[in-house]
């Protein structure tokens, strides 16, 4: 990881953190989903990108947010 990844990282959680608190309970692929779709109208670099595994990561460790329960994974084949 870089340098940079602690501020990224406290940076993700405060908008995070303001875009649950709005429209309420989401998951990881959908804070993702939003976070990556909303940065990319501002001409996001690919290394400011976030993973679904990270911000779970990122979530995780932070006390701003609590776990809600679970979304099974479903994996298809083509």
């Known amino acids: 990881m870089s ?5 990224l990282n406290k940076r993700f959680q405060t908008e ?6 709005e429209h309420g309970m ?4 959908q804070i ?3 976070y990556n ?3 990319n109208k501002k001409g996001m670099k690919a ?5 679904c595994i990270r911000a779970a990561a990122v979530l995780n460790r932070s006390i701003l947010f609590e776990k809600k329960g679970d979304v099974p ?4 084949t083509a």
């Open 32 to 34: 993702t989903d939003w």
């Open 73 to 76: 994974h479903k994996y298809t």
């Open 16 to 21: 995070v953190y303001k875009y649950v608190s």
């Open 3 to 7: 340098k940079r990844s602690g501020a």
């Open 26 to 29: 989401k998951n990881t692929r």
């Open 37 to 39: 779709d909303r940065n």
């Open 47 to 51: 290394k400011d990108s976030i993973t």
